[in-house]
Nanobody, 122 residues
């Protein structure tokens, strides 16, 4: 049974930093692209950052470019999201996602963590 467990959320003042971590188990971690999503109250879940299975390529939402950094350690089955210069609008529940192509053409295999709350407030 695949499982993703996030940690590192909390309350931080504007301008501060947090580092989120997601540890995966029960799957071949190095075969999965990993992403961080977030969902604020009353809003849809949005993609924040993504990294390819080998870690060679990353992408970011425009709203976090230059402030957030995604990285992974395939030896430790872990993906991180370093968040700097945090703003109140970054307040949300942050979710870890693992995704790879399924056996059927066009199908995907998706796993989600339970989420970790990030609150940016003075």
């Amino acid at each position: 049974q695949a499982q993703l467990v996030e940690s590192g959320g909390g309350l931080v003042q504007p301008g501060g930093s947090l580092r989120l971590s997601c540890v995966a188990s029960g799957l071949t971690f190095s075969s999965y692209a990993m992403s961080w999503y977030r969902q604020a109250p009353g809003k849809e879940r949005e993609l924040v950052a993504a990294i390819t299975s080998a870690g060679g390529s990353t992408s970011y939402a425009d709203s976090v470019k230059g402030r957030f950094s995604i990285s992974r350690d395939n030896a430790k089955n872990t993906v991180h999201l370093q968040m700097n210069s945090l703003k109140p609008e970054d307040t949300a529940v942050y979710y870890c996602n693992a995704r790879r192509d399924g056996l059927r053409v066009g199908s995907l295999i998706d796993y989600w963590g339970q989420g970790t709350q990030v609150t940016v407030s003075s």
